[in-house]
């Protein structure tokens, strides 16, 4: 590979030489797991014995599991509003530690009719010069009457086939599907229409047309045009397809102090209400806390109104990735006669010595998700995240993250992030969260320290009456613990006791750096994320992690 094809990093002062060392010590955690070895040389690992075989006990007994860390929303010149191309991406995917990537362009007509079939042909080289990464071809749909979703499925004789009759087909877009506001004449037609697409890509798993294919909607209150009863029948037309939403958004360079101006909000999360925008959402929704989306960062808000009733609806983040920060690099010019719509393809993008226009982070440089896998592939990554195995940082704050919610009276592992613990009232239980602090400088030359871990717990009421409910009012911070000066690896115990409902618990927590009553109020949540000024949100110094949920299912006595 030549120096051309290699990203143009940022100053070397925040980009410290050391930072492959994030592969060696991704392996040093699934060593840890006890995954590693000859088979993941080999392309495969074997699932435990323990998760295979026997009757699954009440008290639930998962596989032990390897975390892999990925992104699924990045941007190449197969996009026409972003400048890198699949090498360039794919390289600094592993420069900063991704095990999988997702390529999802956005749809519009150039891309239908061109750029599909040649970025697979990009795709496809990534991957030879990229051979220990997962690079995954997607999508990023326009969803009629909504925002954006991430579509992607493995490797196959029809993962191509699969993203262009579906962007023909279901695009909003493409089709004009557009109009979402409250009343209008198309907006029942727009909505119905994106359930069917949700159905369809369903309907080519069930089939075998291809071996999976999941769904993911993207920055969902940066125009609040994702009402909530949108999102509930999008996840209730597959929740096996449809697995849930960005808690945080790219763009987390958009706030940098002096970069952008003095209006500018990480995330990009700029707007205000607008016609199409949900009415119900408040001025307040459309702002980023701590760098994660309002809908996640509410302790009782619209995430929690959907899992207090009892359905699984995951988070990730990632990097958007379309323009870098600090970046020197521009677009090519176009040869004469030639643009998007006739080719599908921007031109190569080429070096300046002049820091370019952007909001975005490389992928994997501040953004990480991580998926638990019980082996190693393309389908592992996927089942890991249907499964909800999901925890996810910024600015590389931890290290390694394992939770598992065991009943006192049973040995076992109990069950993690995603998964489903059955019990009877009055039982005794405990939340285990164990914990891997930061060993090494992140790409900003800072060793991230963890300052606290919150256990958020929630009531399971079952299906709403109103679709459009956003607030969980039975969800709130139920213990904070103090970690400050905690390093290596260690278990935090949290003693939970069953009561007459059905619950769930999930995990934040934060450098410390930024908190102040949440939301919803302290009583809900003492010191949850708060926005940052705008034109000011240095985004290192405002790092947060949160995890998926784990259900308590009770039984009768």
């Not at 009629?144 to 023909?168: Q, R």
């Not at 087909?169 to 037609?189: C, H, I, M, N, V």
Request: with cysteine; aromatic share 10%.
């Amino acid at each position: 590979m030549t120096e051309q094809q290699l990203p143009a990093w940022a100053d070397p002062a925040v980009s410290p030489a050391g930072l492959d060392a994030q592969g060696v010590s991704r392996r040093q955690l699934l060593h840890r797991a006890g995954l590693f070895g000859a088979a993941f040389a080999a392309g495969s690992l074997a699932t435990p014995a323990a998760a295979s075989s026997g009757p699954r006990r009440l008290g639930g007994s998962d596989p032990r599991l390897a975390y892999l860390v990925g992104d699924h929303h990045i941007h190449t010149v197969y996009s026409h509003d972003a400048k890198y191309t699949f090498s360039q991406l794919a390289a600094a995917g592993e420069k900063f530690g991704l095990d999988w990537m997702v390529f999802t362009e956005h749809s519009n007509f150039g891309h239908a009719q061109f750029g599909a079939p040649l970025e697979h042909a990009e795709i496809l080289k990534a991957r030879k010069e990229n051979p220990r990464q997962l690079i995954f071809q997607g999508l990023e749909w326009y969803i009629p009457g909504a925002e954006h979703c991430t579509v992607f499925s493995p490797p196959g004789k029809h993962e191509v086939d699969l993203l262009t009759k579906f962007e023909s087909a279901f695009d909003g877009k493409l089709l004009g599907y557009t109009e979402g506001s409250a009343g209008a004449t198309d907006t029942a037609r727009n909505e119905a229409h994106a359930v069917k697409g949700i159905k369809w890509l369903a309907e080519q798993r069930r089939t075998g047309y291809v071996d999976d294919v999941l769904v993911l909607a993207n920055h969902p209150m940066r125009l609040g045009i994702d009402s909530p009863h949108e999102m509930r029948n999008w996840r209730d037309a597959a929740p096996e397809i449809m697995i849930g939403m960005e808690g945080a958004p790219g763009a987390q360079g958009a706030a940098i102090p002096g970069w952008r101006g003095a209006t500018s909000i990480r995330g990009e999360y700029e707007n205000k209400p607008s016609a199409q925008s949900w009415a119900g959402y408040p001025a307040d929704g459309y702002l980023t806390y701590g760098g994660f989306d309002w809908a996640t960062a509410t302790v009782g808000g619209l995430w929690d109104s959907m899992l207090a009733e009892g359905s699984l609806f995951s988070i990730t983040t990632n990097s958007d990735a379309h323009r870098i920060v600090f970046d020197t690099w521009k677009n090519g010019d176009w040869p004469a006669g030639q643009n998007f719509d006739n080719t599908g393809k921007l031109p190569d993008p080429v070096n300046t010595d002049t820091p370019q226009p952007g909001s975005d982070f490389w992928p994997g440089q501040f953004s990480r998700t991580h998926v638990g896998v019980t082996g190693y592939g393309y389908r592992a990554v996927m089942a890991g995240m249907r499964a909800g195995r999901v925890w996810l940082d910024h600015g590389h704050l931890l290290d390694g993250l394992d939770v598992r919610l065991t009943r006192d009276c049973e040995f076992g592992r109990g069950v993690t992030l995603g998964g489903r613990l059955r019990v009877r009232k009055g039982e005794k239980l405990t939340l285990n969260i164990t914990v891997t602090s930061a060993s090494r400088l992140n790409p900003q030359g800072i060793l991230p320290e963890l300052a606290h871990v919150d256990v958020i717990r929630g009531a399971v009421r079952g299906p709403v009456t109103d679709r459009d409910t956003w607030k969980a009012p039975d969800t709130k911070v139920v213990k904070s613990k103090d970690v400050s000066g905690r390093t290596g690896t260690y278990t935090l115990r949290v003693p939970l006791t069953v009561g007459d409902e059905s619950f769930y618990v999930r995990l934040r927590g934060s450098d410390g750096n930024r908190h102040a009553a949440g939301y919803l109020g302290a009583s809900v949540d003492p010191h949850g994320p708060i926005p940052h000024e705008p034109g000011n949100g240095d985004p290192w110094a405002d790092t947060w992690f949160y995890s998926n949920p784990v259900f308590v299912d009770v039984v009768g006595g």
